[in-house]
């Protein structure tokens, strides 16, 4: 069974930084589609940034030019580099894989923005 663990999660004020990670304990993590999801208070959860096996990323529009996704196949690990964050990036943020073993996601780290 393959788990993903995020941490970087936490309270920063408007305009600053935060960097989350995904570590995983899979060895299919080099074959896999990752992904960093978000739901806020009242809202469905929504897609953040993902990155392909091959490194092609794709983002949301809302958080373009300000957030940027990664991937380390060496250390089984992905990021989310946050910068100029808002208030309303408030909500839990979940990693996600998706491989030819099934679809995985984290258990989630809350990032909350004060105004």
């Known amino acids: 069974q393959v788990q993903l663990v995020e941490s970087g999660g936490g309270l920063v004020q408007a305009g600053g930084s935060l960097k989350l990670s995904c570590a995983s304990s899979g060895r299919i993590f080099d074959f896999s589609t990752l992904g960093w999801y978000r739901q806020g208070d009242g809202h469905q959860r929504e897609l953040v940034a993902t990155v392909t096996p091959g490194r092609t990323t794709n983002y949301a529009d809302s958080v373009k030019g300000r957030f940027a996704i990664s991937r380390d196949n060496a250390k089984n690990t992905m990021y989310l580099q946050m910068n100029s964050l808002k208030p309303e990036d408030t909500a839990v943020y979940y990693c996600?894989?998706?491989?030819?073993?099934?679809?995985?996601w984290g258990q989630g780290t809350q990032v909350t923005v004060s105004s």
């Open positions: 996600k894989m998706v491989s030819s073993r099934g679809t995985f």
